[in-house]
């Protein structure tokens, strides 16, 4: 007599997969993928929203005149020409100085901003002194008065000052730092430990060598983000140039495409080629400083 065989659990029974099954074991939902698609379209339309412009300018550069003006804006260089890059560089037109001027503008600037903006966002964050604070939010309500209200008492500092159609004319009202570079740097400084700095008091580290060697390494996300901005607002100042200076000489290369988009308004193509040069600098200044920029947009505080 054979004994029967023993039943089989209902705990190992095979079951039918369930969908929430599939989606945990690694699948994934039709609703997610619809979600995820979605997504990625929207990101698609706006970056072809955002760098149509720059690839448009890019292909009309190297079109001939010609060719621009019998197609379309939207068609494809055939052939290819650098005549544009050739002609701008040339004697006739000589972009090499606005670029020049503009190079050293840029670079006075971002010093003088680095710098006194530095010490001054540090001295209202960690530094206590009378008035302090109501200080400080004075100093910041100028971030509300427009750029336009402050033109004509500076143009006339400046010219009382002789330095009308000056190098140091165009660099001066911006040197000694700005209340939103000040107002970025001192909420990051707030942010510090005050530990660390009590301890270089401690080893007898004066305010100066704190702000050198402690805070400033610290910081230096922070002060990417602020080159970045520097950078590009001041290489794309075009208003204060413009009447600060009258002669070629001092030209920068917001002014000198202008000039161009004036002068010579039938040759787009010579035009888009100026402001392509004039893209392309910032553009290695982001590639070269982006790692920073994300570490300050990451981080939200330090332990």
């Known amino acids: 007599m054979t004994s029967p065989e023993p039943a089989t659990s209902l705990a190992t029974r095979p079951r039918a997969r369930t ?24 990101l698609t339309v706006g970056a072809v929203l955002t760098l149509a412009p720059y690839v448009l300018s890019i292909l009309t550069s190297v ?16 052939p290819s020409t650098l005549d544009n890059y050739v002609m701008l560089f040339s004697g006739r037109y000589d972009f090499v100085p606005p670029l020049a001027i503009t190079v050293q503008v840029v670079v006075v600037v971002l010093v003088g901003q680095l ?4 010490c001054a966002a540090y001295a209202f964050a960690r530094l ?9 939010w004075v100093y910041l309500a100028t971030l509300m008065v427009p750029q336009v209200v402050t033109l004509v008492p500076l143009y006339t500092m400046m010219s009382t000052a002789g330095l009308r159609d000056t190098f140091w004319g165009i660099v001066l009202p911006f040197v000694f730092g700005s209340p939103y570079a000040i107002f970025l740097l001192r909420e990051y ?29 610290m910081s230096r996300p922070i002060l990417a983000t602020l080159v970045i901005i520097t950078v590009v607002t001041h290489w794309n100042n075009f208003l204060w140039p413009l009447i600060i200076t009258s002669s070629d000489k001092w030209r920068v290369v917001t002014v000198a495409t202008a000039g161009l988009q004036s002068q010579y308004s039938g040759n787009w193509t ?30 939200t505080g330090l332990k």
Not at 277 to 299: D, Y
């Open 19 to 42: 969908g929430a099954d599939r989606a945990g074991r690694g699948g994934r939902s039709p609703r997610r993928v619809l979600a995820g698609a979605a997504t990625y379209a929207l």
């Open 63 to 78: 079109k001939s005149a010609r060719q621009f003006a019998t197609q379309g804006a939207l068609a494809l260089p055939a």
């Open 115 to 118: 710098v006194f903006s530095v």
């Open 128 to 136: 206590r002194f009378p008035g302090r604070d109501a200080l400080f």
């Open 189 to 217: 400084f707030r942010g510090i430990p005050e530990d660390l700095l009590s301890a270089a008091k401690l080893d007898g580290a004066g305010t100066l060598r704190t702000l050198w060697y402690v805070v400033v390494p």
């Open 270 to 299: 010579l035009v888009t080629a100026a402001t392509t040069v004039a893209m392309a600098p910032l553009l290695l200044v982001f590639v070269v400083f982006q790692r920073h920029v994300v570490r300050s947009i990451s981080l």
